[in-house]
């Protein structure tokens, strides 16, 4: 019955390459060498009659044919390696990308919650700050993401899940607020600047001007926001940070928020969680979802 079927590594190959839409980066995901890859899809070719790729100088795009096979493949595959983690009894694994701020700061440090509650789920986390593409990078299973969730019509093949607003504050230890409760003129003020320019300025700076009126306030500028709160924790300085960024230290009371005019909340953008088509009905992604959305409405203004 299957007989006429090509062989199952030129299938990965040849998925893996269109996919990423290199033979090199393919090459790298299945721990082979180039050569072999562009070897099992000429034979695939040859077995097809057709031609799957058109060939360039530093690039290979599909042909009609090509991406007609590439969704077969893609899904086939998938439906195996679902089917295969069952029977095998395996603990199931998630790859979530994220920022390295919300990373170290929030899922991090809440994580055992979700590996107590779901010990058969295994969560991977790649910290960083460019963006992946979750259409083709199966290396990734499911991103958390930092701004407004694009509109669900512009990417049909993934899922916007919204999670939560975040609310900033002004956050330092104990000992600064009560070393400068008196006199704000010589106050340190940290802020956040995104190193993404699309995401939209919230205004900080007119909000701490508004509160020291009487000087020029000194503000200083990180470009990650575990580095804002870590000034704050050493004493240098009030970090206006989200809320969700220094749960734990609240927690343990390394910081606090101030009072009077300081205590004001500032209403900052959304977390969303990016959910490609192939993981939508996975148990461990839906029980991942879940809890994200549970554990964060806890914590929400």
């Known amino acids: 019955m299957f007989q006429q079927l090509p062989s199952l590594n030129a299938i990965k190959a040849f998925e ?11 090459a790298n995901e299945l721990n ?14 040859d077995s097809l009659k057709v031609r799957l790729f058109e060939r360039k100088t530093r690039a290979v795009t599909l042909t009609t044919e090509g991406k007609l096979l590439a969704a077969s493949a893609n899904q086939s595959l998938q439906d195996l390696l679902s089917t295969v983690s069952q029977l095998k009894g395996s603990s199931s694994t998630l790859t979530i990308s994220t920022t390295s701020s919300f990373a170290a700061m929030w899922l991090v440090p809440n994580l055992a ?10 969560i991977q986390i790649r910290a960083e700050e460019t963006l ?16 407004e ?14 999670l939560v607003q975040e609310s900033l504050g002004f956050f330092a230890t104990p000992e600064y607020w009560e070393k400068h409760r008196k006199n704000l003129s010589d106050v340190v003020f940290f802020c956040t600047q995104w190193k993404n320019p699309n995401l939209p300025n919230l205004g900080l700076e007119e909000t ?9 306030p000194n503000i200083r500028y990180f470009d ?22 220094v749960e734990n230290s609240i927690k343990n009371g390394w910081l606090t928020q101030g009072t009077d005019k300081m205590s004001k909340s500032i209403t900052g953008l959304h977390y969303y969680l990016v959910i490609p088509k ?6 461990a992604a839906i029980h991942f979802k879940e809890w994200l959305q549970l554990t964060l409405a806890k914590v929400s203004p």
């Open 224 to 245: 990650d926001e575990n580095l804002t709160a870590q000034a704050a924790l050493s004493g240098q300085g009030i970090a206006i940070i989200s809320q969700l960024a």
């Open 16 to 26: 893996s390459a269109a996919r990423l839409n290199s033979f090199k980066d393919a």
């Open 278 to 283: 192939r993981v939508q009905t996975s148990q």
């Open 149 to 162: 969730p694009p509109k669900q019509r512009e990417i049909k093949a993934l899922t916007h899940q919204p």
């Open 32 to 45: 082979v060498t180039p050569t072999a890859i562009s070897h099992q899809i000429r034979a695939l070719e």
């Open 113 to 122: 919650d979700f590996q107590q509650q779901y010990p058969g789920i295994d």
């Open 208 to 216: 701490i001007k508004s509160i020291v009126v009487d000087s020029r």
């Open 132 to 147: 992946i593409d979750m259409e083709h990078d199966r290396r990734v299973d499911m991103a958390i993401r930092y701004g």
